[in-house]
């Protein structure tokens, strides 16, 4: 397994690999780097297809830059594309929902199982469309009733079934990538609303700089989000804090708590502390500890 070096972006170290990689894995990378919109997309079937290579081949090559499959790799790529040069940004592609959901599971499994102890007396809240607002969501199955407001199509169906909540969603456009709705009907519907709190997850979290996300209307809604709600809970795994992504939208002195997981180090939690903002840190949950 060969890890990227510091400060090198996943493109710019596949492509400095490629005189070096044998025949198999530079298929792999030339797909890659020619077609980021099917390696971001396409199902591994269709990218060995694509780079005539077998799919067990594909997954080694993602392998060796240090990822554990597909799925982190993907997001990788979608932040080099971020943080190239202009030409690469103009591509940008935004990783899938369902890559998200895998990546990371026992962290994200224990950061959703403590934001339900966050509740408190909340009747009112907001949920991120993110996949660990997803696990949250499915926290609150058995929750005392609870007014729900979400622009994600997978935290109603996280909810489906448990009736004691009223769980509303805003009028927007379908973003199929995160199974979310989004536009300024989002942003409308909002504005003459108040709740308790908003559960809130993030693309990309700095100390400095904040919160930020891949997609500009997301951005967008979600500042709306963050105006009308009285408490910020970012739900956010370690592996979260690293550079600003594309579209900042939320200033680290607006957020209230921050749930993480023990894998953050200690100098940017006492780095966010010193902001006023409270951090807890858990232990990730296996599979077989659920």
Request: proline share 4%.
């Amino acid at each position: 397994m060969t890890s990227h070096p510091s400060g090198q972006t996943l493109i710019e170290a596949v492509s400095a690999d490629l005189p070096e990689l044998n025949k198999t894995f530079r298929r792999v990378a030339q797909y890659m780097l020619s077609a980021p919109e099917g390696f971001m997309h396409k199902p591994v079937q269709e990218i060995a297809a694509a780079a005539e290579v077998s799919e067990p081949s594909v997954i080694r090559f993602c392998r060796r830059y240090g990822f554990k499959g597909i799925p982190d790799f993907r997001i990788a790529l979608a932040m080099a594309l971020v943080h190239g040069p202009a030409a690469e940004r103009s591509s940008f592609l935004e990783p899938q929902i369902t890559d998200k959901a895998v990546v990371n599971l026992a962290s994200k499994r224990a950061i959703a199982r403590f934001a339900r102890t966050l509740i408190g007396t909340d009747r009112s809240i907001i949920i991120d469309s993110g996949s660990t607002a997803q696990l949250f969501a499915e926290t609150l199955r058995d929750a005392d009733p609870l007014a729900v407001m979400t622009t994600g199509l997978n935290i109603v169906d996280a909810l489906r079934g448990a009736t004691q909540h009223s769980i509303m969603l805003p009028g927007g456009v379908l973003r199929h990538e995160s199974r979310s709705l989004s536009g300024r009907m989002v942003e409308s519907t909002l504005a003459n609303m108040h709740f308790d709190a908003l559960y809130l997850g993030a693309d990309a979290i700095d100390p400095v700089s904040g919160l930020s996300t891949f997609n500009e209307e997301e951005a967008h809604q979600n500042t709306a989000m963050i105006t009308v709600s009285r408490r910020v809970v970012v739900l956010a795994d370690s592996t979260k804090f690293r550079a600003p992504g594309l579209h900042r939208f939320c200033e680290i002195e607006r957020i209230h708590t921050i749930v993480t997981d023990t894998g953050l180090g200690d100098d940017i939690v006492e780095a966010i502390e010193a902001r006023g903002v409270v951090v807890h840190r858990v232990d990730p949950i296996e599979e077989n500890k659920k």
